[in-house]
């Protein structure tokens, strides 16, 4: 059963303003839980999901179906969302989100191999069909490239004793499960470092699961296409989970939102030089104390919402 609590909803939904003949988009289907409360308010309108987890698209196709019918599942990595609705006739949409991060289903199922907590092949493929995987990383890259993952997507001060220890150990024979990996990640991180902060595999596991999904990249174009196609008075809206997927949100609504540097002589901002897009949220939205208390992978999510103020040749 894929089960997963969305965070943020009721903040996400309303944030969106939704119009009962909008065009919408969920770029992260997952669960289920935004879109159905996306569709619930559509009459006329349509919404586009998108997720490359086969077993989340069967559950959410059952879950909206008894909604209504006015929504299309695109089995694809919302890195593709342009090309994707484009294909489908959609130029315009009145609204995206983007609810980032792995999925409690992901985390729970532990034959994916997203989990310390579950010994399993070494795989954190959110898409079961490509072929890079975490076991592939661990057992083939460069203990250059190791550190730099490691350093990159998790911050981890331990990243050259991890990867010396990935590299010493897969020299007898591959490293093949999570535990394995899980133990030599204890090894190699110093006694009193371990027994503070949390599960020690912590951000090792964060930064393979980034790598193996590209998931920075994915998000950052995907993030860039979606306000392109964002129709006048239309809303983003992100969910984010970590603070690298927070930083390129927080840019780029900060770059899209931004008031030109004019001459101090000038009074009047001309048109054209007016920024396209409006904050909604002048600061991250986090969870309340309730949704805290009720759903702990609340804790580190962040919601940060954009609005489209001005239509014109500068897209």
């Not at 939704?18 to 919408?24: F, L, S, W």
Request: charged content about 30%; hydrophobic content about 35%.
């Amino acid at each position: 059963m894929f089960q997963h609590i969305s965070v943020l909803l009721n903040e996400t939904i309303e944030g969106l303003n939704i119009k009962e003949d909008g065009i919408y988009v969920d770029c992260t289907l997952g669960g289920g839980g935004h879109s159905e409360q996306i569709l619930k308010r559509l009459t006329t309108g349509h919404l586009y999901c998108f997720d490359q987890d086969l077993t989340a698209i069967e559950a959410a196709q059952k879950r909206l179906s008894l909604v209504s019918d006015h929504f299309t599942i695109i089995h694809a990595n919302f890195v593709h969302l342009k090309e994707e609705l484009h294909q489908l006739g959609v130029d315009k949409v009145d609204g995206f989100v983007f609810d980032l991060g792995v999925s409690s289903p992901q985390f729970d199922d532990g034959e994916r191999g997203f989990s310390y907590n579950y010994d399993a092949r070494l795989d954190m493929r959110m898409n079961q069909q490509q072929s890079l995987s975490a076991y592939e990383i661990v057992n083939t890259y460069s203990y250059q490239e190791l550190v730099k993952i490691l350093f990159k997507y998790a911050d981890e001060k331990f990243a050259k004793q991890i990867a010396r220890a990935i590299e010493r150990h897969r020299m007898d024979q591959p490293i093949e499960t999570t535990f394995e990996l899980v133990d030599i990640i204890k090894e190699a991180i110093p006694a009193p470092a371990r027994r503070k902060g949390g599960h020690p595999a912590k951000r090792t596991f964060q930064a393979l699961r980034i790598a193996v999904n590209d998931e920075l990249n994915v998000f950052d174009k995907a993030l860039n296409d979606a306000l392109s196609m964002l129709r006048l008075h239309g809303r983003i809206a992100v969910i984010t989970f970590h603070s690298l997927e927070d930083k390129i949100c927080k840019y780029t609504f900060q770059q899209v939102t931004k008031e030109p540097d004019v001459p101090f002589n000038i009074p009047v901002v001309p048109e054209y030089l007016k920024p396209r897009f409006k904050k909604i949220t002048r600061k991250a939205i986090v969870a309340s104390e309730k949704e805290l208390e009720d759903n702990h992978r609340s804790h580190s999510a962040k919601l940060r919402i954009v609005e489209r103020i001005y239509e014109d040749e500068k897209g």
